[in-house]
T-cell receptor, first 112, second 113 residues
């Protein structure tokens, strides 16, 4: 099955700085790559996703990039704010597959 | 709009007891999933269901049983709880086809003593 690795496991940034979280996947057939944000004690919620026919996608301060050749994708958060503090999970899913395989999560702390 | 709800939210039980976690969704989503969340492991899939009466194993199915007699319900049963099953359990659902977004329930924190 798919194996998704995520780095770093923890990340601290000053408010206003950028944060980057990286993931790699093993199955070249994977074609859907979402990112979920989980605030403390809350449920995970989708913040952005990308499909394999697109190299980059932006939504305000967040963006995701995908390199299919290298089998890695990244989450970029610019102008970080304290409310961005959370655990972020990347995930991957293949065509016709039913499962999402998640990375182990990155705890982002934005220091005011 | 209730969405997707889980019960109980918190449960403490003893080793060897049977425990059932309930999941109910009001969207008529085809797919439903059970994940467990443990520190250092992220979210791991236990079982999923593509439709009523159709279930399949995920990454970590041992020790768990599921059923889906109705589209809206997807209970997860631990037949004989073990300490290693202490975890936070999330139910999730999504539309059928290639639609992506998973909608998660609030989670059920289970402690096995």
């Amino acid at each position: 099955g798919e194996n998704v690795e995520q780095h770093p496991s923890t990340l601290s940034v000053q408010e206003g700085d950028s944060a980057v979280i990286k993931c790699t996947y093993s199955d070249s057939a994977s074609n859907y790559f979402p990112w979920y944000k989980q605030e403390l004690g809350k449920r995970p919620q989708l913040i952005i996703d990308i499909r394999s026919n697109v190299g980059e996608k932006k939504d305000q301060r967040i963006a995701v990039t995908l390199n299919k050749t290298a089998k890695h994708f990244s989450l970029h958060i610019t102008e970080t704010q304290p409310e961005d503090s959370a655990v972020y999970f990347c995930a991957a899913r293949g065509t016709g597959a039913n499962n999402l395989f998640f990375g182990t999560g990155t705890r982002l702390t934005v220091i005011p | 709009d209730a969405g997707i709800t889980q019960s109980p939210r918190y449960k403490i039980t003893e080793t060897g007891r049977q425990v059932t976690l309930m999941c109910h969704q009001t969207w008529s989503h085809s797919y439903m999933f059970w994940y467990r969340q443990d520190l250092g492991h992220g979210l791991r899939l236990i079982y999923y269901s593509a439709a009523a009466d159709i279930t399949d194993k995920g990454e970590v199915p041992d020790g768990y049983v599921v059923s889906r007699s109705k589209t809206e319900n997807f209970p997860l049963t631990l037949e004989s709880a073990t300490r290693s099953q202490t975890s936070v359990y999330f139910c999730a659902s999504r539309l059928g086809g290639d639609t992506g977004e998973l909608f998660f329930g609030e989670g059920s924190r289970l402690t096995v003593l």
